[in-house]
């Protein structure tokens, strides 16, 4: 695809907070365009402005810091993902692609003019202390969230391994708000896991789209296939995007040779396509994709897809429906503007903004509770009386992992539906003809 202004393309406007920015374009530059010679006049009041407050203001003031407050107020006066950056942000959001960071590990993002949270990150801080997808954060530490932008409330929330910070959150169903004082941690996230269940059916986890995502699933989707899979489940629940390469390549490992994976349109009209082009032949054993409303952008991209083409089932809730591009612009001083320039479509043409991607089968989760005590199941021996001796299995730890699987409802369901496949596939209608 031509590439005019624009090296690497993200969809979300969600981000992590520690905090990685989650679906943008990186500019290489600002485009000079005639726009500032159409503006001078406009531009002749902000400078008599910028010299009244330096002359008269009560306190001296510093240049820079108007002129960034203007730029930020300028930002927020557009939709809810477009931003200013500081030279810090800007930096830390080009290291985090690489997937670490330092901060909480929580997925947030603006829904209904409110700071959400998307998702934590398992095995985070912010996971560990109970924080849950849907909780809407009122404060940050004494600040109050309702007048910040997005990355105003990342920069709030950010900061270095071992300082605090406290949240103040409000939760569906609960009477009263709830307090979280969270210690900052680095997060360092691996986005692809794997692993093979019962009846030889493969589970992929992504948990977000970096650089390296397409290439790890690619080496799992090996395994898997080594292993002998015959059916696949990708889960793709509470995953809040990140880059749009990263989707196509993702997708582009289940589709044919140059098939439509999206397209991007701005406001020029002008339609960019987005098409496969797989590293190897894709699998012909039956798919399901797992989502819900944690699911956003980059997951909803690679979802649409295989449910545009036919490729999955798509199993769970109505993803979270953010469907618009931004653009990361560097500036002269290292910051940088994060601006939506585009609004994405799938395989259909259809847009998913406010909407989202509407599963096949709706299933509903179930809070899943683990027993404080699980007891260990006898072993054959002794459950026989044949041996006194120590069952060596028993002394392991429990695979809390697998317990956690089996209490999924989705995921259950989904394996139900893959197991009922292969029932179907294995039958053998009699030929015409032929009698007992």
Same mark, same amino acid.
């Given at each position: #695809?031509?590439? =005019?202004?624009?090296?690497?393309?993200?969809?979300?406007?969600?981000?992590?907070?520690?905090?990685?920015?989650?679906?943008?374009?990186?500019?290489?530059?600002?485009?000079?365009?005639?726009?500032?010679?159409?503006?001078?006049?406009?531009?002749?009041?902000?400078?008599?402005?910028?010299? !009244?407050?330096?002359?008269?203001?009560? =306190? +001296?003031?510093?240049?820079?810091?108007?002129?960034?407050?203007?730029?930020?107020?300028?930002?927020?006066?557009?939709?809810?993902?477009?931003?200013?950056?500081?030279?810090? #942000?800007?930096?830390?959001?080009? @290291?985090?692609?690489?997937?670490?960071?330092?901060?909480?590990?929580? !997925? /947030?993002?603006?829904?209904?003019?409110? @700071?959400?949270?998307?998702?934590? /990150?398992?095995?985070?801080?912010?996971?560990?202390?109970?924080?849950?997808?849907?909780?809407?954060?009122?404060?940050?530490?004494?600040?109050?969230?309702?007048?910040?932008?997005?990355?105003?409330?990342?920069?709030?929330?950010?900061?270095?391994?071992?300082?605090?910070?406290?949240?103040?959150?409000?939760?569906?169903?609960?009477?009263?708000?709830?307090?979280?004082? %969270? /210690?900052? +941690?680095?997060?360092?996230?691996?986005?692809?896991?794997?692993?093979?269940? $019962? +009846?030889?059916?493969?589970?992929?986890?992504?948990?977000?789209?970096?650089?390296?995502?397409?290439?790890?699933?690619?080496?799992?989707? @090996?395994?898997?296939?080594?292993?002998?899979?015959?059916?696949?489940?990708? $889960?793709?629940?509470?995953?809040?995007?990140?880059?749009?390469?990263?989707?196509?390549?993702?997708?582009?490992?289940?589709?044919?040779?140059?098939?439509?994976?999206?397209?991007?349109?701005?406001?020029?009209?002008?339609?960019?396509?987005?098409?496969?082009?797989?590293?190897?032949?894709?699998? =012909?054993?039956?798919? %399901? @994709?797992?989502?819900?409303?944690?699911?956003?952008?980059?997951?909803?991209?690679?979802?649409?897809?295989? !449910?545009?083409?036919?490729?999955?089932? /798509?199993?769970?809730?109505?993803?979270?429906?953010?469907?618009?591009?931004?653009?990361?612009?560097?500036?002269?001083?290292?910051?940088?503007?994060?601006?939506?320039?585009?609004?994405?479509?799938?395989?259909?043409?259809?847009?998913?903004?406010?909407?989202?991607?509407?599963?096949?089968?709706?299933?509903?989760?179930?809070?899943?509770?683990?027993?404080?005590?699980?007891?260990?199941?006898?072993?054959?021996?002794?459950?026989?009386?044949?041996?006194?001796?120590?069952?060596?299995?028993?002394?392991?730890?429990? +695979?809390?992992?697998?317990?956690? #699987?089996?209490? $999924?409802?989705?995921?259950?369901?989904?394996?139900?539906?893959?197991?009922?496949?292969?029932?179907?596939?294995?039958?053998?209608?009699?030929?015409?003809?032929?009698?007992?």
């Amino acid at each position: #695809m031509e590439k =005019e202004r624009a090296s690497i393309t993200w969809v979300s406007g969600l981000v992590v907070v520690g905090a990685l920015v989650l679906g943008l374009l990186i500019g290489k530059g600002v485009e000079k365009t005639g726009y500032a010679s159409e503006s001078y006049e406009e531009l002749k009041v902000f400078a008599e402005v910028l010299t !009244q407050v330096k002359k008269h203001y009560v =306190e +001296d003031v510093k240049t820079n810091d108007l002129v960034h407050g203007a730029v930020r107020g300028m930002l927020k006066t557009l939709d809810p993902h477009s931003a200013y950056m500081t030279p810090e #942000m800007y930096k830390e959001m080009r @290291v985090e692609t690489k997937g670490e960071f330092e901060g909480l590990g929580i !997925q /947030i993002g603006i829904k209904e003019h409110h @700071v959400t949270v998307i998702a934590p /990150i398992e095995g985070t801080p912010a996971h560990a202390a109970g924080i849950e997808t849907g909780d809407v954060i009122l404060k940050v530490d004494e600040t109050p969230t309702k007048d910040l932008t997005l990355m105003e409330a990342v920069q709030r929330m950010r900061g270095p391994k071992g300082t605090s910070v406290t949240l103040t959150v409000r939760r569906e169903g609960a009477t009263e708000t709830l307090s979280f004082t %969270i /210690i900052r +941690d680095t997060i360092k996230i691996h986005s692809v896991r794997s692993r093979l269940l $019962d +009846d030889h059916i493969g589970y992929v986890r992504i948990s977000q789209f970096q650089e390296s995502t397409p290439q790890d699933l690619g080496k799992e989707l @090996v395994k898997l296939h080594e292993d002998g899979t015959q059916g696949l489940i990708l $889960d793709l629940r509470n995953n809040p995007g990140g880059l749009l390469s990263a989707a196509v390549g993702v997708s582009e490992q289940f589709l044919q040779p140059d098939t439509l994976v999206v397209s991007v349109k701005g406001r020029d009209g002008r339609k960019d396509e987005y098409r496969s082009s797989p590293p190897m032949d894709p699998p =012909e054993y039956p798919m %399901i @994709v797992l989502v819900n409303q944690g699911s956003a952008s980059a997951s909803e991209i690679v979802a649409a897809a295989m !449910q545009d083409w036919g490729k999955a089932v /798509i199993l769970g809730k109505t993803t979270f429906g953010k469907g618009s591009v931004q653009t990361i612009l560097p500036l002269s001083d290292g910051s940088g503007l994060r601006l939506t320039t585009a609004k994405y479509y799938t395989p259909r043409g259809e847009s998913i903004h406010s909407v989202g991607v509407k599963p096949d089968i709706v299933v509903e989760p179930k809070p899943i509770k683990l027993d404080e005590e699980p007891k260990e199941s006898p072993s054959p021996e002794t459950e026989a009386g044949a041996s006194s001796e120590p069952d060596a299995d028993a002394e392991k730890p429990k +695979d809390l992992e697998a317990e956690l #699987m089996k209490k $999924d409802v989705q995921l259950q369901k989904a394996i139900e539906l893959l197991k009922t496949w292969k029932v179907f596939k294995g039958l053998h209608p009699l030929e015409s003809g032929v009698t007992g």
